[in-house]
């Protein structure tokens, strides 16, 4: 069983940067492809960035692409969140997939954190 844990939410001025924190525990994170989704009030579970088990490969949606890094480390994974904008207020949650490589669909993750609130204010 893996546990994952999102830290480093909260509220910040468009333009603004947030580094989210997931911290892993259960089972060595280099076991798992990782994640970073965000959902918006009324909205569906959006891919937002990912990282394959290795840390060779990172895929990101198109509308983070340029702005938001996903990193790995020991039992870590990073979102580091630079220029924010309105349009990125959402509960961002951190996921664990067994696969080997990069996933973007929510189904093939196996274990999420509760999620950690992001307000981006105008």
């Known amino acids: 069983q893996v546990q994952l844990v999102e830290s480093g939410g909260g509220l910040v001025q468009a333009g603004g940067s947030l580094r989210l924190s997931c911290t892993v525990s259960?089972?060595?994170?280099?076991?798992?492809?990782m994640g970073w989704f965000r959902q918006a009030p009324g909205k569906e579970r959006d891919f937002v960035a990912g990282?394959?088990?290795?840390?060779?490969n990172t895929r990101y949606a198109d509308s983070v692409k340029g702005r938001f890094t996903i990193s790995r480390d020991k039992n870590m994974v990073y979102l580091q969140m630079n220029r924010l904008e309105p349009e990125d207020t959402a509960v961002y949650y951190c996921?664990?997939?067994?696969?080997?490589?990069?996933?973007?669909?929510?189904?093939?993750?196996?274990?999420w954190g509760q999620g950690t609130q992001v307000f981006v204010s105008s």
């Open positions: 990282i394959s088990r290795s840390a060779s």
């Open positions: 259960g089972r060595t994170v280099s076991n798992y492809a």
């Open positions: 996921a664990a997939s067994m696969r080997l490589l990069v996933q973007i669909v929510p189904a093939e993750f196996n274990f």
